[in-house]
């Protein structure tokens, strides 16, 4: 060891620097650090690799999240309002009728509003605009979300700009696979589909509507009447129809198109045909003929009232014609109706009346031969010849036709 001042060498245990006195400052002795025990950690098990499989089904469940993800926001635009939209007028665009009959939502009686009849409705539609192409621009919701807009631009062939439409629609009540809200159209079809069409006949008449008959089921009682029989279609397509109506033994077919409006059967002389017109004239002459007859054999009211009769029958105008005509012809005192004969019949007016009355419009020419009184007495027979015309009402009533009315019968023979 040496001195820390001037370096010279020190004894062993000295004190002081024995060359310069200076004190000797000995260096402490380090304790050595206790010993400790080395804390003992559990051996470390290396890892071992994942399995094949293990990766293959952790992967199999990630692709089937995405899946999953994707296929829920594909569904939820597909049945959300844009994607009813869109399939709506991709509908239209095609003239896809199957779809566009689920988009009317028809429930109850179909008979006439079959999908059948509105694929046969939209081939017989010509659509004056071809829509080329559309663009779904805008959804709006209101009402609390249970009801939304969409705005639609599409473009029509030759046409120089677009077109926009406004599509609505309501949220329903149930969900789809429990989970997507379904949207239905609120469009209204009106113009299409007609709710509660009337058909109006006569009494009694047998009516067809596309082969169907109209019986009981459509017969709507509160609004027929001891006139009319009314039958109510609760819903029917706004396309032509083909309407049979058996009127009086007649038949008559219209071809209409339903409105609100409703459809009345009417006789007419255009929907008879020769056959039916000249059955009808046949009728006619010997009504006019028997008349005439009951007056040439002065047989008063009473007398013919029976041969008129029939169930329900009013002969309350009639008996006041026959009266009339009794007085004129049977009881003339100058003139004695002999002999009353028709050369020819022919109805040029035909209709149904509000009462339910078949009205005859008809021009007849007739022969004639009277007994004329004289002045002085004598009695000479006179002929003649001429023509009238006159207006019939019949009622149809147990298959047949029943005189009950008429005006301007012949009443004055000329003897000149």
Request: glycine share 4%.
């Amino acid at each position: 060891m040496y001195c820390g001042e001037c370096g010279a060498k020190l004894e062993k245990d000295a004190t002081f620097c024995s060359e310069c006195g200076a004190k000797v400052e000995r260096p402490k002795e380090k304790t050595p650090p206790k010993e400790t025990k080395a804390k003992q950690t559990a051996p470390v098990t290396p890892r071992k690799p994942m399995s094949k499989t293990k990766k293959i089904t952790l992967a199999v469940c990630a692709v089937v999240i995405i899946v999953l993800f994707l296929g829920y926001n594909h569904l939820s635009e597909k049945f959300g309002p844009k994607g009813v939209a869109k399939e709506y007028v991709e509908a239209v665009m095609n003239k896809d009728s199957n779809a566009l009959y689920e988009y009317l939502n028809i429930e109850g009686d179909k008979t006439f509003a079959s999908k059948e009849k509105f694929k046969e409705v939209m081939e017989n539609t010509e659509s004056t605009q071809e829509i080329t192409n559309y663009r779904i621009d805008e959804v709006t919701y209101g009402d609390g979300k249970i009801s939304a807009r969409v705005k639609i631009s599409y473009t029509v062939k030759d046409a120089q700009s677009e077109g926009t439409e406004i599509v609505y629609l309501t949220k329903g009540k149930k969900k789809k696979y429990m989970i997507f809200d379904t949207w239905e159209l609120k469009e209204d079809f009106g113009s299409v589909l007609v709710k509660d069409y009337d058909v109006k006949v006569p009494k009694g008449s047998k009516v067809t509507v596309e082969k169907t008959e109209l019986g009981e089921k459509y017969l709507n009682k509160k609004d027929s009447s001891k006139a009319w029989d009314v039958y109510t279609i609760p819903q029917i397509f706004s396309a032509e129809v083909t309407i049979k109506t058996v009127i009086a033994g007649f038949e008559v077919t219209d071809k209409v198109t339903p409105s609100t409006l409703g459809y009345t059967a009417s006789l007419d002389l255009d929907s008879l045909s020769k056959e039916d017109v000249e059955k009808l004239e046949s009728q006619i002459t010997t009504d006019v003929k028997t008349l005439y007859q009951n007056l040439i054999e002065k047989k008063n009211w009473d007398a013919v009232k029976d041969s008129y009769n029939f169930k329900d029958a009013d002969l309350e105008d009639l008996e006041e014609v026959y009266q009339s005509l009794y007085e004129s012809v049977a009881e003339n005192s100058s003139r004695t109706l002999k002999e009353f004969e028709i050369s020819s019949m022919k109805v040029n007016a035909l209709s149904s009346e509000d009462d339910g009355l078949i009205r005859v419009g008809i021009k007849f020419n007739y022969n004639y031969k009277v007994d004329y009184k004289r002045y002085d007495d004598s009695v000479e027979e006179r002929t003649g010849k001429n023509n009238s015309n006159s207006t019939l009402y019949y009622r149809y009533s147990d298959g047949a036709l029943k005189l009950v009315d008429a005006s301007y019968l012949v009443s004055y023979f000329s003897v000149y």
